[in-house]
């Protein structure tokens, strides 16, 4: 049965073993559980302009008409010209008058945006279903469109990475302020 | 005070404090008022022909007993986002907006919050998730959900505004719209969850990483770069909204939460942290969520942001039912600190007077401002000017346009004008 006495020494028992840890000790939670890159090859899809994170592989534009016009024409239509503004990926003058139309040839700065949006978010009914392999050859298709590589250029992990976009020097990185 | 059909005001009796109609904040507190449906003769409402008020209904029977997940009175149905008109080759995209013209306070319900999809809503799985530290750390980890749930926590109220919110206001002419319609791709809540710094110190970060690639676990994977100074600072892996688990078109079971930033940076179903050097450049802080200017630069990494402010009721689509004393009340943030101080116009900016703070003036929270305003039954244009704890004043449409240019969609933080006619009739307008 519990008395005024059992209770104040519960109380007295729960003080000393809060009070006895520091703080920091007591906050201290480690429960991430290690492990390795290599695990991670499946999962992590993050490509980025330096090159890391591509896979083997390589493609051309010969080799992505077949993949964008069974995958991708659907909403981007035959030539890339788009069915509605979001979905347009060719064409475009970023100096043109009034809101210049926006596309990978006008506006994006860098091809490997182009390789690492198609792996991991199309097409959008299927995002994730291209083979490394095929996600070379749209993106090699989507730059031979746009007039920035030829049909037969082999686009790779290093290829990619040294293609020049035309409007690579029209942004201003502001992330320094902040 | 004799009670009059004036909104229950004398006329004389008001403290003008600027041009059309304005009246000084403390007059609520003082004598209250009649306002939007409220006025007039509404002293004979629940009494009977005799003018007796009676027992109604509702007190004369048992009403029905406890549920198991509450739900709003039948009676504020009206209270809905709006959720526009899906893109039929692109279901899962789009934007659903918060009913800003009914709500108070500052704290959005969960269920009206603003919604921006990029590839739906995933059903994601909270035993199966996994939360991913990689890259440059010393340790890459792995969190499952159950395990995160053990770590210390924080709870802090931030609003969360889309940054193409009021992006039609960048168009040349003036959307016919309401304060959900125009400005509803901001909410509000208390948001719960891991300090980042306490996950990236259990990896450990290596000298030479700067951006942390977040990467969500929708179909798209939605992907942003975060600044590592901003991680560290006050960057939360949020688990709860507003008490209880996030709602899954809010990121469940995590979502990274950004304070003050555009929102689209508060990568939803969040699923991985990747630790390095440069930003990684995603599709959505390149070819999206950057602002061309009219020099056709764009400006790359605008996160906070702007100070903002706008009145929701009276608001655009609603009329005011008679001359009289009205509430004019409203909502003010910024990415840049806490809300100092909302001035309101009645006269399109010639006169400003001070409205009241009615909220907590929390960092990068939304605030409440009110203050009364007679509708004398002629032309007005109600305007709102919130000032930051910054010091940063809210530009004019002008004044924003002139910075940003007419080609700018993202980051809109322009003064709302709304225009009310001789018919009480309110319309967005710009003067």
Request: glycine fraction near 12%; charged fraction near 20%; aromatic fraction near 8%.
């Amino acid at each position: 049965m519990f008395t005024l006495k059992t209770l104040k020494f519960c109380f007295a028992l729960i003080s000393a073993v809060f009070l006895s840890l520091p703080a920091s000790q007591a906050q201290t939670v480690r429960l991430g559980q290690a492990i390795s890159e290599s695990q991670l090859s499946n999962f992590d899809l993050v490509a980025g302009p330096d090159g890391s994170g591509f896979p083997a592989g390589s493609g051309t534009a010969k080799a992505g008409k077949a993949v964008f016009d069974s995958k991708c024409a659907a909403c981007h239509a035959a030539n890339g010209e788009g069915v509605s503004g979001n979905t347009k990926l060719v064409g475009g003058d970023i100096h043109s008058e009034g809101n210049p139309l926006r596309t990978v040839g006008s506006y994006w700065p860098y091809a490997s945006t182009l390789f690492d949006f198609i792996r991991r978010a199309m097409p959008a009914n299927a995002p994730k279903s291209l083979s490394g392999e095929e996600v070379y050859q749209v993106t090699a298709y989507l730059l031979f469109l746009n007039d920035i590589i030829d049909e037969e250029e082999i686009l790779n992990k290093e290829s990619l990475t040294e293609v020049q976009m035309p409007n690579k020097d029209g942004f201003v990185d502001l992330s320094h302020l902040h | 005070m004799t009670n009059t059909k004036n909104g229950g005001f004398m006329s004389d009796e008001l403290d003008r404090v600027a041009g059309n109609g304005l009246i000084n904040r403390r007059h609520l507190l003082k004598v209250g008022l009649g306002g939007l449906g409220t006025a007039l003769a509404t002293n004979t409402f629940g009494a009977d022909a005799g003018g007796k008020l009676q027992i109604p209904q509702w007190s004369q029977q048992p009403g029905p007993g406890t549920s198991s997940y509450g739900s709003p009175s039948s009676f504020t149905g009206h209270l809905q986002r709006s959720a526009g008109t899906p893109n039929p080759i692109y279901p899962g995209g789009g934007a659903s907006r918060s009913p800003l013209q009914h709500l108070q306070g500052t704290i959005t319900p969960n269920s009206l919050h603003f919604e921006r999809h990029h590839s739906g809503v995933p059903a994601v799985d909270p035993a199966q998730h996994k939360l991913v530290i990689n890259g440059l750390v010393d340790q890459p980890l792995m969190f499952s959900y159950e395990d995160l749930l053990k770590y210390p926590m924080v709870s802090k109220i931030y609003f969360l505004e889309c940054s193409g919110n009021s992006g039609t206001l960048y168009g040349n002419t003036p959307a016919d719209g309401s304060a959900q319609s125009i400005h509803g791709l901001v909410s509000c809540a208390e948001w719960t969850g891991i300090p980042l710094s306490t996950l990236l110190d259990e990896a450990g970060v290596k000298t030479e990483a700067k951006w942390i690639a977040a990467v969500g676990a929708d179909g798209a994977s939605m992907g942003r770069s975060v600044p590592l100074a901003k991680a560290l600072d006050d960057v939360m892996v949020a688990l709860y909204q507003n008490g209880e688990p996030i709602r899954p078109e809010q990121g469940y079971p995590m979502r990274l939460f950004v304070p003050g930033w555009e929102g689209n940076i508060s990568v939803k179903w969040l699923t991985q942290l990747k630790l390095t050097r440069e930003a990684s450049q995603f599709r959505d802080e390149t070819s999206k969520y950057t602002d061309t200017m009219t020099d056709r630069r764009s400006l790359q990494f605008t996160f906070p942001m702007g100070t903002k402010s706008l009145i929701t009721s009276p608001s655009g689509q609603m009329s005011l039912p008679h001359k009289g004393v009205y509430k004019v009340t409203g909502i003010a943030w910024s990415g840049a600190g806490s809300i100092r101080r909302v001035e309101v116009s009645a006269d399109g900016g010639r006169s400003w007077a001070d409205a009241m703070i009615e909220s907590h003036q929390s960092d990068k929270a939304l605030a409440r401002f009110s203050i009364p305003w007679q509708w004398d039954g002629g032309d007005g244009i109600l305007q709102s000017r919130a000032t930051d704890s910054a010091g940063n004043i809210q530009p004019s449409r002008d004044a924003h346009l002139a910075e940003r240019g007419l080609i700018s969609f993202y980051h809109y933080h322009g003064i709302q004008s709304w225009g009310i006619n001789t018919e009480g009739e309110i319309k967005n307008v710009y003067t």
